[in-house]
Structures are given as structure tokens and as C-alpha cells.
């Protein structure tokens, strides 16, 4: 009787607990792993305090976002993106936000698709501070357009900028990072780096391209323990991405960006990208649900994944078509635009 009464204290214990796991994944926005850490891993503010890292794409987003948080951790910065004005303004709020001086924070103007003048922005980054420790590669366009409609220039676009220009930075921050033993290679991809997204089809391929790259590239540097390659796919996040996205056609913007409400926090998405890094993860899915749970689902299940994927992808390009809001299509009824 009281192996019984034993064996049904356990049972309890371990339906309690899938019990409790069960409903943190409901709430999870991220991968179980960045979560660990951001509960009992480095935080940010201490391991990535002083260090100099480079963000490309710093003008606005995430990247924008990214550069007032590590200003607060005490981070020197080197932002760069095409827009000289906008990095200016970045760099003032920056210090208004942080203790650093204007000589901690670098405005680097700087072309992705200009990959003959990377180099000499390398150099000229290593010659006001010295090192670079960590390089975010943000920068880059999405994509809203049906394959059909879409020139071919809209998918050589996506791939010089997102693909190409991300390669070539990085191979010119590489080498220093090997001469001297450490370093941080962060890239931002996309959860369409490696699932099916509608709309996207040249943007998933470019960031498929980036994740094939990175994933290699980490395995080329395993005699370099102290050189981290990450990769981070966020799910929807409210950012600017949208408004600048490559349609059917190069000059031509999207109609509207649509209703970003229902998108995580740019705040939340940086907090934990940041304390990815802080703790050396390799590859973070940050998302809410159900893009998180699509996640897993393409990992471990991926029948069942195209299955569902199949049929919201569905009803994504059909209200597309019917000039909906498609983003916004997956949480609730769309409304019709209206003008």
C-alpha cells in the first residue's frame, strides 16, 4: 500500500510539472534555452559593458533599439547604416540615454551593397577604438509580394543586401577577431530563415542563404573556441522593416505597413537578443505565440508544421489579394484598408 501511495505521489509531482511547463510555453517568446539563460545566465549589462561593437542597419528598428540599450550597459559603439542624419540623431539619444562621451560612439555611414568600400570602413572602425568585440549585422529589407508578380532584379536585390552585403562586412571583421582569439559574430536572420514564408519568397531565400552561411562558418571555427557565431530569428517584431520592404517591383513601396500592434516589443526583442549574446547562444527563435510553437513544430514535427503552415499561408495570400491586412491576419478578423 505504500509503494502505491509512493507511486502516486510521483505520478502527481511529474504531471504537476509537464503541467507547469505546459503553460510557461504557452506565455514563452522565446526558445527555452535563450529563456535559461535570461533567468539564470550573464546578464548583459555586466559581460557586454565597455566592449566596442559595430551594428550595421543602426538607424532605425532594431538596430536602433539595440544601440540605446547597449549605450546603457556602457558599450562603445560603432553604428552604421546609409543614412548619415538618422545615425547622428541615434548617436544623440544615445548619450542622452547613457554616460558615454562622443568619442565612445562612431557614426560610420555605411553601404551594404557597396562591398568595394567595406574594407576601409573596417579599418576605419579598428582605428578610432582599437578592437571590435562584437559585430551585429542588422541590416538588410524584407519583402511583400507574390512570386508570380515579382521581377527577378526584386530577388537579385534581396540577395545582395541581405546575403552578400552581411558576407562581405563579416569577412573583414573575421580576421581580426582570429588574430586576436575572441570575438562575437551576431547576425540577425529571421524565423523565415528557416521556415516557408508567404510574401516573402525572396526574403526567406536570403535569409536561408545567411543561416546555411553561419551555421558553416561555424564549424570552420572550432579551433577558435572563443569566437561565437549567432544567429537570431525573431518572429514578427514592431519595427520600420515593413514600410521599407521590396515589393513586385525595384522604386515601388508597399501600400501600407499594416496594423504592427499585435507584433513584440522592439524593446523585448533586443532585451533578449542582447542577452543571447551576453551568454554566448548560437541560434535564438524569438517570438510569441504561435510563431514560437511554429518554431518547434519545423524542428521536431515538420509534417505537421507544413501542414499548418500550408493552411495559414493560405489565408495569408488570399487576403493579401483581397487588399487586407495580412500581417495581422493570423491573430485577429482583418479589416479591410481604407483610405
Known sequence: MADICWLCVLLAGIA????????????????????????????????????????????????????????????????????????????????ERSSLKAEDILVLPLDLLDRASHQEKTATALKHFGDIDVLINNGGRTQRSLCIEADVD????????????????????LPHMIRRGSGIIAT?????????????????????????????????????????ISTICPGPVISSIVQSAFTEELGKPVDTAGDQTHKMSTERCVHLTLVGLANHVKEMWIA???????????QYTPTLAWYLTNVLGKKRVQNFKAGLDADSAYFSKPKVKTT
Request: net charge positive.
Open 16 to 95: 504537476v510539472y509537464l503541467l507547469t511547463q505546459f503553460i510557461r510555453f504557452v506565455f514563452a517568446d522565446a526558445d527555452l534555452t535563450l529563456l535559461w539563460a535570461a533567468r539564470f545566465g550573464n546578464k548583459p549589462e555586466s559581460k557586454l559593458k565597455g566592449k566596442v561593437v559595430w551594428i550595421t542597419g543602426a538607424s532605425s528598428g532594431i538596430g536602433e533599439e539595440m544601440s540605446y540599450q547597449l549605450a546603457a550597459f556602457g558599450a562603445r559603439l560603432v553604428l552604421s547604416a546609409r543614412r548619415e542624419n538618422e545615425l547622428e540623431r541615434v548617436k544623440h539619444t544615445c548619450l
Open 154 to 173: 526584386v530577388y537579385q536585390a534581396l540577395m545582395e543586401l541581405n546575403y552578400l552585403g552581411t558576407i562581405s562586412v563579416t569577412k573583414q571583421v
Open 188 to 228: 540577425v536572420s529571421s524565423v523565415a530563415g528557416f521556415v516557408g514564408a508567404p510574401l516573402a519568397t525572396g526574403y526567406a531565400a536570403s535569409k536561408h542563404a545567411v543561416q546555411g552561411f553561419f551555421n558553416s562558418l561555424r564549424t570552420e571555427l572550432t579551433d577558435y573556441p572563443n569566437i561565437t
Open 288 to 298: 510569441e505565440q504561435p510563431f514560437l510553437l511554429f518554431c518547434y513544430l519545423w
